[in-house]
């Protein structure tokens, strides 16, 4: 990277004059490293069909569906990772994911139906404890915090199906964004 020197005044006689400098640098980039997320950036998960029968109450929960999100390459000197989720369409009382399935209000999306997510094992959080979509920092949220082990860590979740209602059958879609932070 090339510098220079501008020195006002001109030449320098003497070692006991005063000078003022100037280093002008030219256009630098400064970029913080991130980690890599193992498995791409865009995951599915899918939870699996169950009857409507045992969603037939209000608080009723099925299909209970591990999940994790693995990211590699982190930097050095960072210790600890965690997870927020963003970008869902949430139900603010329940805090889960509401169905996005355009034919939801009467067609064949299911009704009175939501998503939850759930810490898994391995983090700061207990595993099994509710994960709040609808708020917007990880601590609300109830995340989980992650040590990272060899610049890595595996962040690890469950998804579950929550009836606000009797379940009527039919398609269910979500989706929600994730950023991690690591310090």
Known sequence: MPFWWYIPGGSVDSVSQAL?????????TITVPTCTISAGAN???TLPTVDSRLLAT??????????SISITNCPA???IATNVFSGGSTDSTTGALTN????????S??????VQFLNGPGGSNNAGSLINLSQTTASAQGTSTYTLV???ATLNYYAQYLAT???TPGLFTATVQYGITYQ
């Open 43 to 45: 995951q599915t998960v």
């Open 20 to 28: 003022n400098a100037y280093l002008i640098l030219p256009n630098i």
């Open 58 to 67: 209000s608080g009723a929960t099925a299909g209970l569906t591990p999940f």
């Open 77 to 79: 000197g960072a210790s």
């Open 100 to 107: 996005t399935t355009s034919s939801a209000k009467g067609g």
């Open 165 to 167: 209602g009797a379940v």
């Open 109 to 114: 999306g299911a009704a009175n139906l939501e």
């Open 150 to 152: 060899n610049n890595g």
